[in-house]
């Protein structure tokens, strides 16, 4: 493979986006990329990062399931975003080849952070149950006209985060359910 069939990390690592292996994948490298990537492709009214994002998730999802396998692969259920960029929905739909890279690479993660038997249907739940909270809070449509179900739940604020904050968050909601990097 040539130079440019990989990317660098954060922690100076080589990562394959389309051919990745388990000891390319670095917890700090996704904790760092996920808290400098925005949400909604940047276009909310204020910076709201993916890491912070995949913490709410975790959070959500150990309101209804004890399992740490379970919340864990909550938190990193955007993780392959740390390496393939995250794309906008409409976007993503269009690139079959991409979706595929995003699966290989989210099941290669999962793998590597034993995230096994989980119940991706929670995760789904939760981050769908988030989607209308933020966009409530974060778009200027408070995205009304999305087409989301609505979900019942508490009105969670959505707090200003540094970025340094959410890595270190992060970080420790990984080890707090379980997580061996």
């Known amino acids: 493979m040539n130079g440019s069939s990989w990317i ?3 922690t100076g690592r080589k990562v394959h986006p389309f051919d990745v ?13 996920l808290s400098h ?18 913490i709410h998730v975790a959070e959500l999802v150990y309101t209804q399931t004890s399992d740490e396998d ?8 955007d993780a392959s975003e740390a390496y393939l960029n995250d794309l906008s929905s409409p976007v993503k739909k269009m690139l079959p080849s991409y979706k595929d890279a995003e699966q290989r690479m989210q099941q290669c993660i999962e793998k590597k952070f034993h995230c096994s038997q989980v119940d991706h249907g929670v995760i789904k739940w939760a981050d769908s149950v988030l989607i209308l909270n933020e966009a409530e809070q974060l778009m200027d449509s408070q995205g009304k006209d999305w087409g989301q179900k609505v979900h019942p739940m508490v009105h969670k604020e959505i707090p200003d985060w540094a970025m340094g904050f959410v890595v270190a968050r992060f970080l420790e909601t990984f080890r707090v359910f379980g997580g061996r990097a």
């Open 37 to 54: 990537l925005c949400r909604f492709t940047g276009h909310c009214q204020r910076f709201y990062s993916v890491g912070q994002h995949s």
């Open 8 to 10: 660098e990390t954060y």
């Open 70 to 77: 379970t919340v864990r692969a909550a938190l990193l259920h």
């Open 21 to 33: 292996k388990s000891r390319e994948i670095y917890l700090l490298d996704i904790a760092v990329a």
